[in-house]
């Protein structure tokens, strides 16, 4: 997406830990306004990036937990000769192995390059070498993607492409990030615990443009995966664009007569009917980029987070106050989960 799309943050730019009994969020006057009326509509959010999926109310200690898998989420890169970005990325998959607490996977969120949506063949090439080399020289860990915008190439008019030559549309992505499919599953298991991980493909196309939802086959794939896996077993989503988020809401004026609108280039237009289908089959936690904003509602047992961007303002600095970063999310066989949005240290170059 463009940065113009962006106004205001709805987050901190630093993590901390999730509030309990013990420790309470600090807020401003209108911070408090604002968590109060969301609470008074049944949604509840926090300015952090920090989340453990509260246990029910009980009089007895909460039985212990065992963690079946801690994923590294990195979305919006925007790999480019610009800027620094290569040099970037590699700092920033770096930091991630460096970590004393090592992640089982990376997942990538999309928008890997900058840009083949618009871009012609020179450029293409020249993002897609860039991404390959850096995977490959500097990252040990396995790696899951999900596919962005501006992974797809040729799409829009300006890049002068035909639908009839390789490595058109989605092709180019599945060729960059070794995919045998759009969408695709894998589980993570541990000990007793097993956690299904569904990554979506959420960009259609229109012409020149996209919009975010999931076509038909995928949706019917989609229903059938979360109906055949065990009743009790915990599913996170991951997908490029929100399927639920509140920073749309926050980035501009959206007032329209007497509606409210949000561009379904920002989020998922079938956000309700996939939340419906996500309550029913124990989805815990879907996480996203697209906007390289910071966010986080939960619903219905429900948690969606937006997590920021390893680009951060596209290689230019913070994006409203959310730094270049990364989120450390640890799983949990109790179907818990916490996650944090970690900083990598980028300093930014002309």
């Not at 990036?49 to 989420?73: D, E, K, L, Y």
């Not at 989503?237 to 639920?244: D, E, I, K, N, Q």
Request: glycine share 8%; aromatic share 6%.
């Amino acid at each position: 997406m463009n940065h113009e799309h962006a106004d205001r943050v709805l987050a901190r730019d630093r993590p901390f830990d999730a509030p309990g009994p013990e420790q309470l969020l600090r807020t401003t006057r209108r911070e408090a306004i604002g968590i109060a009326l969301l609470g008074a509509l049944g949604v509840s959010t926090v300015a952090s990036a920090q989340s453990v999926t509260p246990p029910p109310a009980a009089t007895t200690a909460a039985a212990p937990r065992s963690r079946v898998a801690r994923i590294a989420h990195l979305t919006d890169v925007h790999v480019q000769p610009e800027r620094g970005a290569e040099a970037g990325f590699v700092q920033c998959l770096h930091h991630v192995q460096a970590q004393a607490d090592r992640p089982d996977v990376i997942v990538t969120g999309g928008d890997h390059v900058m840009d083949v949506f618009e871009q012609q063949a020179p450029r293409a090439a020249l993002v897609g070498g860039m991404w390959r080399d850096i995977v490959k020289r500097d990252c040990s860990l396995r790696v899951e993607s999900a596919i962005g915008n501006h992974d797809i190439r040729g799409w829009h008019s300006k890049a002068a492409m035909k639908e009839t030559e390789p490595g058109y549309g989605k092709s180019f992505a599945l060729d960059l990030l070794g995919l045998p499919q759009r969408y695709h599953t894998f589980d993570l298991t541990a000990g007793a615990g097993t956690w299904q991980v569904i990554v979506l493909d959420s960009i259609q196309k229109r012409p020149d443009s996209y919009r975010c939802y999931l076509d038909e086959e995928q949706l019917a794939w989609v229903t059938t995966t979360l109906t055949a896996k065990p009743k009790d077993r915990p599913t996170l989503v991951v997908s490029h664009a929100p399927v639920l988020s509140l920073a749309p809401l926050t980035i501009r004026d959206r007032r329209n007569d007497d509606d409210v609108t949000v561009p379904g280039s920002l989020i998922h237009l079938d956000g309700y009917q996939l939340h419906q289908l996500f309550r029913k089959h124990q989805v815990r936690l879907c996480l996203s980029g697209h906007l390289h904003l910071l966010d986080q509602c939960a619903i219905d047992g429900v948690t969606y987070i937006c997590g920021g961007a390893v680009s951060g303002n596209w290689w230019k600095g913070s994006h409203h106050g959310v730094v270049e970063g990364y989120g450390l999310v640890d799983l949990f066989d109790d179907g818990s989960f916490a996650h944090q949005y970690v900083p990598y240290g980028w300093n930014v170059r002309s």
